[in-house]
């Protein structure tokens, strides 16, 4: 089981970011992914959730509104979308496996002027 997030980076307030989570080694379509992120000095939370055929999705509060998971099992990618990106958003961003309990290395995104 390998997975592999990409698409983090620097962005101003308000900006947006979409991060993508690349899995293999089983068969994606059958599971629940998650999003969590780090922020420094800071226990791993919790972000969103995404149903094994994308049909069903839930937010943290703190991003409700502003992020959109989603995924593409014909490609084996969890996506991230983020908009109207607060500081407070800094962190490093990790897609998870539940089923597997397996964590991908993580990308980070920096949100500052």
């Known amino acids: 089981v390998q997975l592999v997030e990409s698409g983090g980076g620097l962005v101003q307030p308000g900006g947006s970011l979409r991060l993508s989570c690349s899995a293999s080694g089983f068969t994606f379509r059958s599971y629940l992914m998650h999003w969590h992120r780090q922020a420094p000095g800071k226990e791993r939370e919790f972000i969103a959730h995404?149903?094994?055929?994308?049909?069903?999705?839930y937010y943290a509060d703190s991003v409700k509104g502003r992020f959109t998971i989603s995924r593409d099992n014909a490609k084996n990618t969890v996506y991230l979308q983020m908009n109207s990106l607060k500081p407070e958003d800094t962190a490093v961003y990790y897609c998870?496996?539940?089923?597997?309990?397996?964590w991908g290395q993580g990308t980070q995104v920096t949100v500052s002027s």
């Open positions: 995404i149903s094994s055929t994308g049909d069903s999705t």
């Open positions: 998870y496996v539940p089923t597997w309990a397996k």
